[in-house]
């Protein structure tokens, strides 16, 4: 079965929303999008890039998957691996409204019993199966315990609002850290496991 992985940017306080650009997300009236762009220094791009030379295939929500399909087609090097991943995988998208998907190799998934379809999903997928941004299929996904790798990137910045990854009601759970660098623009890259619930102890004498 195919792991299923997150790979989100977000800030010191969380905030996951419109990281590449002004257009990408302005819900809740949020004007600061693209504020993870002057940041992009080589070891970001290096570690973005084995990312997707483990995908064997993309879930994405809605407003990524459009925001992706409006990019990535367009950009046809063959020696580009995020392009040529994306553009060759099979992509699947959570959506009740989009009926008629452009980008090729695409696949709607209705999210009416949303555990039965990812946990399919993983069960044919060969190589991880990838979230990227897609911060309100995220939550869902956490919170049907459904994920088995987060990669956080945490950029040094703090925008005080915003969408975040880790929102209130979700279920408790415990993370187990398998990896960490740090790039020279000071981007804190950190990847977890899940790790079932949390245990708790106490201080007290």
């Keep these: 079965m195919a792991q299923l992985s997150i790979t989100t940017f977000v800030t010191l306080d969380g905030v996951m929303q419109a990281p590449g650009g002004p257009g990408e997300d302005s819900t809740g009236g949020f004007d600061q999008g693209g504020w993870s762009v002057p940041y992009g220094d080589q070891e970001f791009g290096t570690f973005v890039t084995e990312v997707f030379e483990r995908a064997g295939a993309f879930l994405l929500g809605r407003r990524t998957y459009e925001i992706f399909a409006g990019h990535w087609p367009k950009v046809t090097e063959p020696d580009n691996p995020v392009a040529t991943r994306l553009n060759s995988l099979p992509k699947y998208v959570v959506s009740t409204t989009l009926t008629d998907p452009g980008w090729e190799k695409t696949s709607v998934v209705p999210g009416d019993d949303l555990v039965k379809e990812i946990t399919a999903l993983k ?55 398998t990896g960490a660098r740090t790039t020279s623009s000071g981007i804190a890259i950190h990847t977890y496991e899940t790790a079932g619930r949390p245990q708790y102890g106490s201080y007290a004498l």
């Design 123 to 177: 069960e044919s997928t060969q190589g991880e199966l990838q979230v990227h941004g897609s911060g309100r299929l995220a939550h869902s996904l956490l919170a049907a315990d459904l994920v088995d790798t987060v990669n956080l990137l945490v950029f040094p910045i703090v925008l005080g609002g915003g969408l975040r990854l880790f929102a209130e009601g979700l279920p408790p759970t415990a993370f187990r850290h």
